[in-house]
Nanobody, 119 residues
């Protein structure tokens, strides 16, 4: 099995920063794309940022210039540095990994970590 363990969420004031991370372990053989999605109450899950195996990153318009995605290939870990946070960034943030594991190429989801931006 493939496990994704997220950490780093929490409560932060508007304008503040948070860094969330997600480590993949278990029967993952090759990781292609890693990314972050988020889901706010009453809303659909939406893409925040993704990073390819080659290191190319793409961001949702709402977070461009404020969030930075990165990955550590040796540790199979993806990070999301979030700066200038706004109340509308409040959501559960989910890690997503697309790769080869357990004999198939598929996507895997983390359990989610809560990020709350409030004064």
């Amino acid at each position: 099995q493939v496990q994704l363990v997220e950490s780093g969420g929490g409560l932060v004031q508007p304008g503040g920063s948070l860094n969330v991370s997600c480590a993949a372990s278990g029967s993952i053989v090759s990781i292609y794309t890693m990314g972050w999605y988020r889901q706010a109450p009453g809303r659909q899950r939406e893409l925040v940022a993704v990073i390819s195996s080659g290191g190319s990153a793409n961001y949702a318009d709402a977070v461009k210039g404020r969030f930075t995605i990165s990955r550590d290939y040796a540790k199979n870990t993806v990070y999301l540095q979030m700066n200038s946070l706004r109340p509308e960034d409040t959501a559960v943030y989910y890690c997503y990994v697309y790769g080869l594991g357990s004999g198939s190429i598929r996507g895997y989801w983390g359990q989610g970590t809560q990020v709350t931006v409030s004064s």
